[in-house]
């Protein structure tokens, strides 16, 4: 079964096609030049671009794979959560094109298809377990109770992990995303040097806070600290930080399965954290990390049989909880 996935929910146009369960092809039109000088995304910038980019990015991937449009079988998009005039290219050229085919359409949650490119290697993996999505836009921790049925445990109170990561690389004068940028920086400092605190320590819940650490990055600037240090300060926090909040609902659910997605994702400080707190992990695949189609089209896979096709007079939607998207 031939399936396509479109995400367009943020500045990345994301096509995949899978192949019961494979992913074939995955393209990705990246807008990163675009934003880079703005400091971050600018959403009518990002709308403009997917509308020019999208049709002969899926024209692209039909024809890498060998296939034609109408060997499709079902098509899949991301509905939200996400700017919503990027959302509204891929997401209603994903509607057009299965109802001219005459296909069945899936409107698909952004971070449920993170969660399956996690799964992507896996597919001997059943639920429960614990799932992390750490993005630029997200920073959720999820209980994946069954196929479809996701139980928020923790969330952020306000910054995502990511967005942290840029804003803070926004302060160290590095580029964007931050993420990778700081990443590179930190491997040349000393953590030691820099005070910092992990944030929400002591707390008997699950959630995360980031915005405290954006503000200790500029005071920690400002006192002459080297950036090279502040960066491996940073970061050392924000990965301490999330592996006490993991660790934590791990032993509260009794869950010894987490699976970590998004872009914060593949952070090698982070994976190497999440190693030594003695959980069995699952991360996506080089690709699937950051924002792309194929995740979407493999969430569409693996939740066909609980998730029925969608309609297509179903909104896109910036704000969408992953607990109430699926009707099941
Ligand atoms: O999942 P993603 O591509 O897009 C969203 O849905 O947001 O995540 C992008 C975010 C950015 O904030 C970026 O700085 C962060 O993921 N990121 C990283 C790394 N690579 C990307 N953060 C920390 N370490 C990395 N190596
Ligand atoms: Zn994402």
């Not at 209980?143 to 803070?168: C, H, M, N, P, Q």
């Not at 699937?288 to 309609?311: E, F, H, K, V, Y």
């Amino acid at each position: 079964m031939w399936i396509l996935g479109i995400d367009t929910s943020c500045d990345d146009t994301g096509v995949g096609l899978v192949r019961d369960g494979s992913v074939v092809v995955n393209l990705v039109a990246s807008q990163t030049l675009l934003h880079q000088r703005y400091g971050g995304v600018v959403p009518e910038l990002a709308s403009r671009e997917h509308t020019q980019v999208i049709d002969g990015l899926v024209q692209q991937a039909l024809t890498q794979a060998g296939i034609g449009v109408c060997d499709l079988e079902l098509i899949a998009a991301t509905r939200g959560p996400g700017l919503i005039g990027a959302l509204l290219v891929g997401y209603t050229y994903g509607k057009g094109l299965a109802f001219a085919l005459g296909k069945p359409f899936v409107a698909v949650h952004h971070l449920e298809g993170h969660i399956y490119a996690a799964l992507a290697q896996h597919p001997e993996v059943e639920p429960p377990f614990l799932a992390l999505v750490a993005s630029g836009g997200h920073t959720h921790l999820f209980e994946v109770r069954s196929w479809g049925e996701y139980k928020l445990i923790g969330a952020t109170l306000d910054d995502a992990a990511g967005e942290a990561f840029d804003k803070s690389a926004r302060l160290l004068g590095l580029g964007y995303p931050g993420g990778p940028e700081i990443e590179k920086l930190a491997r040349q400092g000393d953590a030691s040097k820099v005070p910092l605190a992990v944030p929400l320590q002591g707390q008997e819940g699950f959630a995360f806070s980031f915005s405290g650490l954006k503000t200790a990055v500029a005071r920690a600037l400002e006192k002459g600290y080297a950036p090279a240090d502040i960066a491996a300060k940073f970061q050392q926090v924000v990965v301490e930080h999330i592996v006490q909040v993991v660790t934590r609902a791990a032993q509260h659910t009794g869950l010894t399965t987490l699976l970590v997605t998004g872009g914060v994702a593949q952070n090698a400080t982070l994976r190497a954290r999440l190693q030594a707190a003695g959980l069995r992990l699952l991360f996506p695949p080089k690709g699937l990390a950051t924002d792309n189609g194929a995740m979407i089209a493999l969430a569409a896979w693996r939740t066909r049989s609980c998730i029925p096709q969608s309609q297509l007079s179903l909104p896109a939607a910036a704000y969408l909880p992953l607990s109430a998207s699926n009707p099941t």
